[in-house]
């Protein structure tokens, strides 16, 4: 498409969000990022013979990752002066390619959110450099180099370039371990899921800018979508963008890769990655196609997203792989994004723009906490499997005692996933639950229905959560050591505990101050929703509007640590002088045998036996949950087995259907090769001619 003489970036009616900045400083900012982009395409240009040389392999993780600290550091220094300061006004990428890059107040959240996961992931790589497999020093970077891209550019072209750039870079880190069979199958589903997404967003773009016949941002802003465009537009962005954030039922590749990519790049993934798919989801839906859009807009991100709430919650609790465990955690954590972003769509179709500022901006901000503690959660398992040797619930226990300072670094993790107050998790919940239940105010009775019934699904996603965070910590860091290699797991050096300490203190700043945030959003919230969140939060306190509900975290922080020191001085008051240790009761069990020295992993409970109430009340209906008895057979000493196990809907509903349409696809691709010469040779005339068909029929349109 021709490209027009750029407009200006910003609306008129949005130009005190984003032309409030000091003039001297945004030139400043985008220069900073675009040097950054550049420095991390050089990090992995230098990191191919730093890898290859055996002198400088020792050395080439500290490198890479170091480097990859610092930009980090920069993208969320740039994204928060971009928030302080206004938006900086588009310019051509100086790299030789025909794209624009800026930044706006929304670019800048996620950049804030890229700087902040960037920088807990790249420390925690830098601990474990010596570690570091030389064929993922190249992609890591260029993973960085390809989300920061996405989240400045400014056009169609620059959007979809970062976003690809950003799939293939992941690609490489998920098949790090190209030896192993899982990890190969994991490679073969992520790849394909990438370039369904890609194939999707590309024509999503080209459908947004064929009205005006300008890729930029501000083109497409001039001419929106409307009618069966409009509609196919959405189609294609919710399964692009929602593909790659892991939306139901096109998150099958997110509980196999997260466990095959190295645990530092898993956090990356999941705190960052699908965030930038979230950016895109926005930026496309609620920014560029206009306010003018009708009631249904949100409606399939509100219907997928408590989908993903509820499927990824549950599989959450029936899990046995750590890292499994928090990737089906973080669909939960994107469904309930997607609902505050289906919900304010909505509520600004019925005119509702103060329920509809309140939704998006509990949207944002839980995407910044989830980033945070999930991030928190996979290195600090990371940390895990590394001390213990295992993934597996079954084999960890009792590393509480072994690995303090991850134990405690997890369990506010934890605590935050399972939403509790005061920590962040809590806080963005809250928000997204006070706009669900205003859900009343739209007066369409159908969607009122619908309503209720998101409503029902987030509760459900929201106590299925905390279920699977207490699993989680219960059965790897309190009980016995089930293993020996898990009663000998130590601590990491001062680096890891640092990259544990990072994201664990921001998870507890970001609870106890969520008021400055939202004010920090509001210009990201005004780009979205005609109403922000003006007013909305303070330094002690936020709340819904005028008379409405209320959360004062630091109250309720000091009156937890109040109620708490009470209770530990009254039990240590009552308490006899001295700590007595006895050997834990084994429920009556015999004595463990000699080979057994730390207790028999029979005489605790195990992770199948922890979620089988789940298992049974909700796992046969939504997960095709099975359990049998296996007996042994007369006469046979041995014991009986209970066999248990669950099938995501989407593998037979959705990936197996695929599978057998592919080889049937491929069956017919090789009959060709028994066609005449004749016949070979009309089929790519046919095609020339069948696309100078097309392009004749578009240029008359």
């Excluded at 624009?100 to 800048?108: F, G, I, K, P, T």
């Excluded at 928000?431 to 309503?451: E, H, I, S, T």
Aim: charged share 10%; with cysteine; net charge positive.
């Amino acid at each position: 498409m021709a490209r027009r003489p750029a407009a200006p970036f910003c609306p008129p009616a949005q130009a005190s969000i984003l032309g409030g900045g000091d003039p001297l400083r945004s030139p400043a900012v985008l220069t900073a990022l675009l040097l950054t982009l550049a420095g991390l395409g050089l990090l992995a240009v230098l990191a191919v013979p730093l890898a290859r040389l055996p002198q400088t392999l020792r050395w080439a993780g500290a490198i890479v990752h170091g480097g990859c600290l610092l930009a980090a550091a920069v993208i969320a220094g740039c994204g928060l002066a971009g928030l302080a300061g206004g938006g900086l006004a588009p310019q051509f990428l100086p790299l030789g390619v025909p794209a624009l890059v800026a930044v706006d107040a929304l670019s800048a959240w996620f950049l804030l959110l890229l700087g902040l996961a960037g920088a807990c992931s790249a420390l925690f790589g830098l601990a474990h450099a010596q570690h570091a497999a030389p064929r993922l020093l190249v992609a890591y970077p260029l993973f960085l180099a390809g989300m920061l891209l996405a989240l400045v550019a400014a056009d169609g072209f620059g959007l979809v370039l970062g976003f690809e750039a950003m799939s293939l870079a992941s690609w490489v880190l998920v098949a790090a371990d190209h030896t192993n069979a899982e990890s190969r199958h994991a490679a073969r589903r992520y790849l394909a899921f990438a370039v369904f997404g890609g194939i999707c967003l590309v024509p999503a773009v080209g459908l947004l800018a064929a009205a005006s016949g300008d890729l930029s941002f501000a083109g497409i802003r001039a001419a929106p979508p409307q009618g069966f465009v409009a509609a196919a537009v959405l189609a294609l962005v919710v399964a692009g963008a929602g593909a790659k954030a892991g939306l139901v039922p096109l998150h099958g590749w997110l509980p196999l890769a997260h466990p095959a990519a190295p645990s530092h790049v898993s956090a990356l993934m999941s705190g960052a990655m699908t965030k930038v798919a979230v950016y895109v989801l926005a930026r496309l839906l609620l920014d560029l196609s206009g306010p003018a859009q009708p009631l249904w807009w949100g409606v399939p991100l509100l219907v997928l997203g408590a989908a993903s709430a509820v499927l990824g919650a549950l599989r959450a609790n029936l899990e046995t792989d750590t890292k499994t465990l928090l990737a089906c955690s973080t669909i939960e954590n994107i469904g309930l994004i997607c609902i505050g972003l289906g919900l304010a769509a909505c509520f600004r179709a019925a005119d509702l723009g103060v329920l509809a500022g309140l939704a998006a901006g509990a949207a944002l901000l839980h995407a910044l906490t989830h980033a945070l503690f999930k991030s928190l959660l996979f290195l600090g398992l990371g940390e895990v499997a590394h001390g213990a040797a295992s993934r597996q619930l079954d084999r960890l226990g009792g590393l509480v005692h072994a690995m303090p300072w991850t134990a405690g670094a997890v369990l506010v993790g934890a605590a935050a996933a399972a939403s509790l107050p005061p920590l962040s998790g809590f806080a963005s919940e809250w928000l997204l639950l006070q706009a669900m239940l205003a859900a009343w105010r739209v007066g369409d009775l159908a969607f009122q229905v619908l309503g209720v019934a998101v409503v029902a699904a987030a509760a459900l996603a929201a106590a299925l959560a905390a279920s699977a965070m207490v699993r989680l910590f219960g059965l790897a860091f309190l009980g016995r050591p089930r293993t020996p290699r898990a009663a000998g797991a130590t601590d990491g050096g001062w680096a890891a505990r640092l990259a544990l300490l990072l994201p664990a203190g921001l998870t507890l700043l970001l609870g106890l101050l969520p008021g400055p945030m939202l004010a920090l959003a509001e210009g990201a919230v005004q780009l979205l929703v005609p109403h922000g969140m003006v007013e909305r939060g303070s330094l002690a306190m936020i709340r819904v509007g005028d008379g409405g509900a209320r959360y004062l975290p630091l109250a309720l922080a000091l009156l937890l640590a109040v109620a708490g020191g009470a209770i530990w001085w009254a039990v240590a008051r009552r308490a006899p002088a001295g700590v007595a240790r006895s050997a834990a009761w084994d429920c009556g069990f015999m004595a463990p045998p000699p080979h057994l020295p730390f207790g028999d992993p029979l005489t605790q409970p195990s992770a199948a036996g922890f979620g089988q109430p789940l298992r049974r009340m909700l796992g046969g209906s939504v997960l095709a949950a099975h359990e049998a008895v296996r007996m042994p057979p007369p006469g046979d000493p041995g014991p009986a087995r209970i066999e248990a196990g669950f099938a995501d809907p989407a593998e037979a509903g959705l990936l197996a259907p695929l599978a057998r349409a592919r080889d049937a696809l491929v069956v017919r691709a090789e009959s060709l090769g028994k066609l005449p010469l004749t016949a070979t040779l009309m089929l790519p005339f046919g095609t020339l001619v069948a696309l100078l068909a097309l392009a004749a029929w578009l240029e008359a349109g």
